[in-house]
């Protein structure tokens, strides 16, 4: 399935699907999908080139007070939520499996 | 709550991220590191809540950084990270306008230099001649190995049995250079003509512009009145009229068919060994008589293209056979005479490669040079960025890293530098090449332009320059010990920095010493060349060529009574002083020779016969000349076509054939018309006929009324500007016979300096190299000596506030330029001594290893660099003795 020249694989949809149900950093986003760090990173990495994601450091305070380093979290663009339609009409299994309410 | 220490499994992956963190483009990379840490810490803090912790799925969540960061250096290397170091560099460098200026602006002309004797290099010596199959073309000469000639031209009879019995060959072609007079248009003209065979243009796979080429069938005589034109003369001459097939040409009083047109770019000049008039106009066939078959005399080129699967190995067995059988046949003619194939492209730039190579090895040592001396510049920047680069390295930046920012500034220069040079050669090489006189010898000159390969050898020494030029500072730079350099004052040097200066500066000297003894040893040559007795007195003197045309002056008498009334006639012209004419211009590179024995002797066998040059003069020629008479008596009214023949011979042949005894009223037997015994009536001096170079060889002087000719050459002597003559001697010529062209028309010091105009460009061209190294080498001692001065800056203050004198601080600092310069010159003259042999060849009357010349340019190295410290001693001596100790 091709839409503006982009090759959907599963595991980017699956990516995409996770990102669009509210997870939102990359552990997060692997322990949702299941798949590999591997896998996850560079499907995260081809959405952001594609700008269907964009990402964000996190504060500072905010990583200090939870005494963690800073998370980079991923959000969806304009385009990112046009292709998370598609990409739910095209993978149904996944969409279902990962829209469920996120707990942090 | 304290930080606990990090467990192992989590500083093996931080580990394996940092490691593959080295492949992410640098833009990328700190947020490549701090996203995959949080990544871990956060896989770790999971897993240990749910209290299974496991090294291994650890490590195995980490390799996931080295997929991701294998993606990122895949996609995301781009030319935005490029322009990212790029820009880098740019900040850098807008630091130092003064450096960046003078380093691309000596680049731009090195690299340039370079590229454009390398495209000449390319077109001439590397490219294939612009034919089909190119490599299967060879020319076939004859040879007579006892007299060392082993490409002589080749006599009708023997091209025709080599035509008749090669089986190696597809075919052969002879060609003869023969100028005629062209009448009929606005005013009678000579134009240079090529007699070819009609597989000529076959074998070269040449179709004509227009029309056709010959067809076999008109190398008979009677079917020859056929005529091509070259591009050249068909636009220039005849207006580029398109309906110009089928006209006629009155060529030589007889009128030939155009039976086409050439090709613009197709350029034979570089066919014949006897080259009479320059790049040929017109084709005509080249037909033989029958009696062609019994010919003797040597006149033609021949060229052969081999047939397929024959290489030049059996083409020249099959030629040694065939020339084997013409000497036992026919030894009256052919007794020593063997043959010889050549590689058309050997033939065509074999003469002028080694000076081609020796110009190229030039240009690359100033290129060299060049980069020597903006390494030393860099080298001072990178000692100056000492600390700036410490105080990255303490931050973390990696030695790598840094070595590839001084890197690619570097690189920016050169390949800005590079680019200018490469478009400036662009332009240049052409207009050069077509700018330089006909009388330099450089083959292929037409199709000398800059192509991909040089484009391609230009952009890879751009880059080259910057490595180059750029690794031992950023080296110098990266390997800086971080302690020393922050502890240091800002821009110290250290000893091992100033012995890399002390190297750099000794190499550059080497290498402009052995460029400045190839430019002296030429130099040295073109000046002995010059002064060399040419054995006659050339100034003041005018030189034409006239052609007879059979047509019109069908006898010898015909063609006698012509120039006696010519020469009658200028000789009372208002201005004349003497008049008189030749065959074979001295000095233009022509001359006709045959064999010859003392007919009061035995005759000896026809390979054993001597060779004496044939010289057919007017009895004015030698007064006109001023070459002496040594004894006997000159040419004059008695020596008419109906009183017995008789010669003269010049000094060298007296000597050689008559040591002990005098030549006159002895007989000599010359192979020329026939070889009946002429009686020798004077000695005239020696003439260096072909060239300044050449030894004087053996000659005879014939009258021309007493030996037929077709054309002569017309000398007279003026006292006043030669060229004021021309427009008396045209009408003189145009009283006797209004349809006769004069050719050629020149003084004879225009001669004489076209016969040594290659030399001359050679020298001009290395010495602008050599001058170029020379300032380089001194800049070079400058800048490292001006630097080494501000390192200094302490020690010369303490040395004066102890009692040195200005002088002596001077003294110090140019005796360690000397010193330098002196070992310098030591590893170039050792230098010189290996690679001088190549540039023997191109040496006259001076040896390799000529201690004039060796001694004289080490001389001027010493001084360059006695004069390029000389300023930074004087600002040594100008250091406040108190304000230096103070600063510290």
Known sequence: MRKNGFQWTSATAAVLLAIGAGHRYGFDVMEATGLPSGTVYPALRRLGKKRLLRSDWEADEVAKDAGRPRRKYYLLTESGLEALEEASKRFPMFAAALARPVSD | MPEPRRPWALRTAFALVRVASLVVPRHRREGFREEWTTELVCAWEIQTRRGKPSTGRLVSHAMGSVRDAIWLARNEWSWDMLSQDVRYALRSLAKQPGFVLSAVATLALAIGSTTAIFSVVDRVLLQPLPYQEPSQLVMLWETFPERDRFRNVVSPANFLAWRENTTRFEDIAA???????????????????????????????????????????????????????????????????????????????????????????????????????????????????PEAREHSGRYLSVLGRMSRGSGLDTAAEEMDRISGRLETDFPERNLGWGSNVVPLHEQQVGDVRVALLVLFAAVSLVLLIACVNIANLSLARAIHRRREVAIRTSLGAAGSRIVRQLLTESTLISVVGGTLGIGLAAVATPALVSALPDSVALPRRGEISMDGLALAFGLALSFGCGIVFGVLPAMTAASTDLNDSLRDGAGRGTVGSSRKFRALVIAQTALALVLLTGAGLLMRSFFLVNQVDPGLRGQGVLTARLILPRTRYGSATARTRFYDDLIEALNESPGVSRAGAIQWLPMSGLRSATSFYRADQPEPAPDEKPVTDVRIVSSSYFRTMGIPLLSGRDFDARDRTDTPRVLLVNKALAQQFFPDESPIGKPLSVSWDDDDPTEIIGIVGDVRHSGLEDEPRPAVYFAYPQMDQGFMHVVLHTDGDPEAMVTPLKQAVGRLDAEQPLASIRSFSDVTSASVATRRFQVIVISVFAGAAMLLAGLGIYSVMAYSVGQRRQEMGLRMALGARAADVRRLIVYQALGLSLTGSLVGLAMSFALSRWLESLLFEVGPTDPLTLGSVSLVLLAVAALGSYWPAQRATRVDPLETLRSE
Do not use: C
């Open chain 2, 175 to 289: 060609i003869s250079t023969s100028p005629v007079n062209l009448t009929g248009l606005d005013e009678p003209m000579e134009v240079s003509a090529f007699r070819v065979s009609p597989s000529f243009f076959k074998l070269l796979r040449v179709a004509p512009f227009m029309g056709r080429v010959f067809s076999d069938d008109e190398e008979a005589p009677d079917r020859s009145k056929v005529v091509l034109l070259s591009y050249g003369f068909w636009r220039g001459t005849l207006g580029g009229d398109p309906g110009t097939l089928g006209q006629t040409l009155s060529l030589g009083g007889v009128l030939h068919e155009i039976v086409g047109v050439l090709p613009e770019r197709f350029d034979a000049s570089s066919f014949s060994s006897m080259q009479l008039g320059g790049e040929p106009q017109l084709f005509l066939p080249q037909a033989f008589p």
